[in-house]
Every structure is written in structure tokens, then in C-alpha cells.
């Protein structure tokens, strides 16, 4: 089953699941869970309050929106994010999706809580045929599956 979820932290605060734009939207809006400044150069990780469940066979990739360079001066630090299914419920943080915001402007940038900064896309991917699959155990976000 495909769905947003507000995590633990998050629960009976103003986060709500993202929505479609349209109904010829790919993506859903992902948004700040609470304020945030991000100074010039600088990298902040924006909590979204939210996981994401979805089949085993999907992932679901995360792309800035597209105002939020030219007006904003902001950036994925990551370009695209990819959020694979045993990230949801992981042991380290329960699939908390935080967006990771570089500010390549000259002056701080304010987030408010509840403004959109990204989308959400889930995606079908496809395997090898020679597929031998290491087992290992996801243990947080960020980098963690090659820990």
C-alpha cells in the first residue's frame, strides 16, 4: 500500500499529508514541518514531519519545485532524493523524510512551517535478471544503506 504517514514527533501539530497540486500532477507537495532560516551557504535539513510507504518495487524520488531556485535561490544539496521503500518505519529515525536545503544566495532564506519546498514522485524501478541482492538491514537515512 502507497501512503504519507505524519510521523510519531510530528503527530497533533499542523502537519498534514501532502496533496497533488492537480489532478495531472505527478508529485505531491512535501512542506517545512516547522521555521527554519538557512544561511548563505549553508546545508540545513528540513523536516517534513512525514514517511512514505509504498511497495517494494517502488521508490519515491524527491525533486526541489521548480520556483525554488530562481525565487528562493535554494537547492536540494542532493539534487534528487531517493526514498526507498525499508526507509519507512527504519530502527534510526521511523522514515522521517527531511529535505536537504543548500542556500547558494547571498543573504539567509526564511522557510515557514507549512511552506511546500519539494515534491514527491513514487516511481517503478526495475531489477537486473542476474539480481542476487545483498541482505542488509537499513538502519537510517542519509547515506545509511552503506554503512
Same mark, same amino acid.
Given at each position: 500500500?502507497? #501512503?504519507?504517514?505524519?510521523?510519531?514527533?510530528?503527530?497533533?501539530?499542523?502537519?498534514?499529508?501532502?496533496?497533488?497540486?492537480?489532478? *495531472?500532477?505527478?508529485?505531491?507537495?512535501?512542506?517545512?514541518? /516547522?521555521?527554519?532560516?538557512?544561511?548563505? /551557504? +549553508?546545508?540545513?535539513?528540513?523536516?517534513?514531519? @512525514?514517511?512514505?510507504?509504498?511497495?517494494?518495487?517502488? %521508490?519515491?524520488?524527491?525533486?526541489? #519545485?521548480?520556483?525554488?531556485?530562481?525565487?528562493? /535561490?535554494? *537547492? @536540494? %544539496?542532493?539534487?534528487?532524493?531517493?526514498?526507498?521503500?525499508? $526507509?519507512?518505519?527504519? +530502527?534510526?529515525? +521511523?522514515?522521517?523524510?527531511?529535505?536537504? @536545503? $543548500?542556500?547558494?544566495?547571498?543573504?539567509?532564506?526564511?522557510?515557514?512551517?507549512?511552506?511546500?519546498?519539494?515534491?514527491?514522485?513514487?516511481?517503478? $524501478?526495475?531489477?537486473?535478471?542476474? +539480481?542476487?541482492?545483498?541482505?542488509?538491514?537499513? @538502519?537510517?537515512?542519509?547515506?545509511?544503506?552503506?554503512?
Amino acid at each position: 500500500m502507497r #501512503r504519507f504517514e505524519v510521523v510519531k514527533a510530528y503527530r497533533g501539530t499542523s502537519v498534514s499529508l501532502p496533496r497533488r497540486s492537480t489532478s *495531472m500532477s505527478a508529485g505531491y507537495d512535501l512542506a517545512s514541518a /516547522k521555521d527554519v532560516v538557512i544561511e548563505p /551557504k +549553508e546545508i540545513v535539513l528540513v523536516p517534513t514531519g @512525514l514517511k512514505a510507504s509504498m511497495p517494494a518495487n517502488e %521508490a519515491l524520488f524527491v525533486f526541489a #519545485r521548480s520556483s525554488l531556485g530562481i525565487k528562493r /535561490k535554494l *537547492m @536540494l %544539496a542532493n539534487n534528487v532524493g531517493i526514498i526507498d521503500a525499508d $526507509y519507512h518505519d527504519n +530502527e534510526d529515525n +521511523e522514515g522521517h523524510i527531511f529535505i536537504p @536545503l $543548500y542556500n547558494f544566495g547571498e543573504e539567509p532564506v526564511e522557510i515557514t512551517e507549512g511552506e511546500r519546498i519539494a515534491q514527491g514522485v513514487f516511481l517503478t $524501478y526495475l531489477k537486473t535478471d542476474d +539480481e542476487t541482492g545483498e541482505n542488509i538491514s537499513r @538502519l537510517g537515512g542519509f547515506g545509511s544503506s552503506g554503512r
